[in-house]
């Protein structure tokens, strides 16, 4: 394997359980997908790992019988130099509950400075409302894709060749106010251009967001989810499966935008996550252009 971490030990005072956990990088960052390698070391035979991390279920699996497990992870924008783990190892005596942490690293995001018309910038309540109902559909159909099976394969790719306008991170300032975080990767386009499947999924919402926009949402299965937003038109209906590399739809500028372009979302069920992270960890696809 390519990953090297230190080892951390860690003992369950009340159950006297052991793990020692390396992560896949060595120092993770907030606002990344990660990989947890678990090796339990109690006598014991374990027979299956269950974790939570901000309330998002951890999926670990073992290729050699028990010894080690591994599973990937999301580690949340938002929090502090630790990340909490909560794993519970079943075996035949019964189950141990550990629950641990893993130092993670804040990365530095840049800050940029848009205006928009008061309308947009501040929703009024007919908006609020819209908006909130749109976080909630997002929500469960991310969260849904925690029991869908594995549908994504291999590394992923970009859904578009096109120049990165805007990173994943970047503090948002609405006139003069820093409002929030742009918790996606922008890609340049002009309407109608294309837009691919990043791998292999099932569609699981195409809709029309307040802020958003026209989106695409893709359950890849085992918890990992792409949106597309802002787009002009989809070209998928809710419970296609679409190929890795497949179109979509087309680059729009529909939602709150400023001109046309693609924004494009990762998700490990409920919590955002730099897109890019998760071409780092699973491997980046060769692009070929597309028109
Ligand atoms: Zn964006």
């Known amino acids: 394997m ?43 035979l374990v027979s299956g790992i269950q974790g939570e991390i901000d309330e998002e279920p951890l999926h670990f699996t073992s290729s050699n019988g028990g010894i080690t497990w591994e599973g990937l992870a999301p580690v949340p924008v938002e929090g502090g130099d630790s990340l909490p783990i909560l794993l519970v190892l079943l075996h035949s005596r019964g189950s141990d509950t550990v629950r641990t942490a893993i130092a993670v690293t804040q990365p530095t995001y840049p800050s940029e400075r848009l205006s928009v018309a008061p309308r947009m910038a501040e929703p009024d309540s007919a908006g609020r409302v819209r908006i909130a109902r749109d976080i909630a559909r997002a929500r469960a159909v991310s969260r849904a894709a925690h029991g869908t099976e ?71 299965g085992g918890g990992l989810i792409s949106a597309y937003f802002h787009v002009s038109r989809s070209l998928v209906r809710i419970g296609d499966v ?42 980046r696809d060769s692009v070929q252009s597309q028109r």
């Open 2 to 44: 390519r990953y090297t971490a230190a080892l951390l030990l860690i003992l369950a005072p009340q159950a006297q359980a052991q793990v020692a956990i390396e992560t896949e990088p060595a120092r993770p960052s907030r606002g990344s997908l990660i990989r947890l390698h678990v090796t339990p070391t109690i006598t014991d």
């Open 150 to 220: 594995q549908l994504w394969e291999g590394g992923f790719r970009l859904p578009r060749t096109s120049r990165v306008t805007s990173a994943f991170g970047t503090g948002r300032e609405y006139n003069g106010k820093v409002t929030s975080r742009h918790l996606g990767t922008d890609f340049n386009g002009r309407v109608g251009d294309p837009i691919v499947a990043t791998n292999r999924g099932r569609v699981a919402l195409v809709a029309r967001f307040y802020l958003a926009g026209n989106v695409i949402y893709l359950d890849h």
């Open 242 to 283: 679409v190929e890795k590399g497949q179109l979509i739809g087309r680059v729009g500028q529909t939602g709150r935008v400023t001109g046309p372009h693609l924004h494009w979302v990762m998700r490990y069920g409920g919590v955002t996550l730099d897109p890019m992270s998760v071409l780092s960890l699973l491997g």
